[in-house]
T-cell receptor, first 115, second 115 residues
Framework: GAVVSQHPSRVICKSGTSVKIECRSLDFQATTMFWYRQFPKQSLMLMATSNEGSKATYEQGVEKDKFLINHASLTLSTLTVTSAHPEDSSFYIC???????????FGPGTRLTVL | GNSVTQMEGPVTLSEEAFLTINCTYTATGYPSLFWYVQYPGEGLQLLLKATKADDKGSNKGFEATYRKETTSFHLEKGSVQVSDSAVYFCALSDLRSGNTGKLIFGQGTTLQVKP
């Protein structure tokens, strides 16, 4: 149980294009989803927290107009990197939690490369 | 504010050696504590957790005890295997202080086990 999937697992795009990453909870309802970014050999940096049906809460320094987050249902959240640039290349990981539970379950991550 | 500090890696051990990865935390409330493991190119997997003082989390031969008096949650395993080679993250979550349940991660410790 508590499986989270991400799609795609890898994406390569040209500079200036937008990329959408999906995060799905497969066997539970995710009231809250989190989006992280991880640079090579570093820890995870929380980008934003999203609750189903409401606007995401972004961490300080994260551009909400660049990283659009939508959490339209209890099983799906999407992260759209708009007008991507090479510095946006990174490993993006989502996680999900249910109700008042404090355990987050992580997706396998999406490797974004912007040329 | 809340924070997590892990011992610096990389940690290199021979197979069947004893493992300890130190983790200490600071928190204003009553956090839950977690160890996550990340294998190369993958997302994070929950390894074990403890939700209150003196709780011991255990899984796959790994153990960690929530020590409030020393604010620690050290990860231990009696006999490591090559397949344990990965990056280990200590983290805390403090729902009860009104936070969103977001995780605060340590910097990660790379474990390399040699045959």
């Amino acid at each position: 149980g508590a499986v989270v999937s991400q799609h795609p697992s890898r994406v390569i795009c040209k500079s200036g294009t937008s990329v959408k990453i999906e995060c799905r909870s497969l066997d539970f309802q995710a009231t809250t989803m989190f989006w992280y970014r991880q640079f090579p050999k570093q820890s995870l940096m929380l980008m934003a927290t999203s609750n189903e049906g409401s606007k995401a809460t972004y961490e300080q320094g994260v551009e909400k107009d660049k990283f659009l987050i939508n959490h339209a249902s209890l099983t799906l959240s999407t992260l759209t990197v708009t007008s991507a640039h090479p510095e946006d290349s990174s490993f993006y990981i989502c996680s999900a939690t249910s109700g008042a539970a404090d355990t987050q379950y992580f997706g396998p991550g999406t490797r974004l490369t912007v040329l | 504010g809340n924070s997590v500090t892990q011992m610096e890696g990389p940690v290199t051990l021979s197979e069947e050696a004893f493992l300890t990865i130190n983790c200490t935390y600071t928190a204003t409330g009553y956090p839950s504590l977690f160890w996550y493991v990340q294998y190369p190119g993958e997302g994070l997997q929950l390894l074990l957790k403890a939700t209150k003082a003196d709780d011991k989390g255990s899984n796959k031969g790994f153990e960690a005890t929530y020590r409030k008096e020393t604010t620690s949650f050290h990860l231990e395993k009696g006999s490591v295997q090559v397949s344990d080679s990965a990056v280990y993250f200590c983290a805390l979550s403090d729902l009860r202080s009104g936070n969103t349940g977001k995780l605060i991660f340590g910097q990660g410790t790379t474990l390399q086990v040699k045959p």
